[in-house]
């Protein structure tokens, strides 16, 4: 009876961790890790860089989006002014396209940048759909916007590409302050 107790509670220990490690998304309080984009549009352009390293402990939007159109542009443009508002607390984000055609997107995102007039929020590509794996970003999103301070996650919404409305992008833009000292 010892052995199979024994037994049962190290196959439970293993299925609660294995539950907890694909329980989806990371939630509030948990770290984030180092990655690596490609910049299109930020003062590194052109260059293979870690944003999540660069910004340390300061606060951050990291807006990951599986294509950039018109609401993810507006989205890009709020949280953009709220960076350039924000530069006392040294606010930054950036944004993430995930595609599996990280060089064909440099154009339309150097456009974007130019027609927004974007200029606080780095536009970047990530090589592959699911993004770093340790961001856990859902398959089923469309954009996924994370908001973290001192390396830990504040916000974390994943939102469909029909949620992403003017009343959600303002609701987002207002987020910011969760993560402002």
């Given amino acids: 009876m010892k052995k199979f107790l024994a037994v049962l509670s190290v196959a439970c220990c293993a299925t609660v961790a294995w539950a907890a490690e694909n329980s989806g998304s990371l939630k509030e309080g948990e770290p984030v890790q180092a990655f690596y984009v490609t910049d299109v549009t930020g003062p590194s352009a052109g260059e293979k860089l870690c944003y999540r390293c660069k910004y340390g402990s300061r606060p951050v939007v990291s807006i990951f989006s599986k294509q950039m159109n018109e609401k993810v542009a507006k989205l890009t443009k709020q949280i953009d002014e709220q960076v350039g508002a924000n530069k006392d607390a ?92």
């Fill in 90 to 181: 040294k606010m930054a984000a950036f944004v993430v396209i995930l595609t599996e055609d990280p060089e064909g997107q440099s154009a339309g995102l150097k456009d974007v940048a130019a027609k927004q007039q974007i200029k606080n929020t780095p536009l970047t590509t990530f090589d592959g759909l699911a993004g770093p794996s340790e961001y856990k970003i859902s398959k089923d999103a469309d954009t996924t916007v994370m908001m973290w301070v001192d390396g830990k996650v504040k916000v974390n919404e994943a939102l469909k590409a029909k949620d992403l409305t003017d009343e959600k992008i303002a609701s987002l833009a207002k987020s910011t302050s969760k993560i402002l000292n």
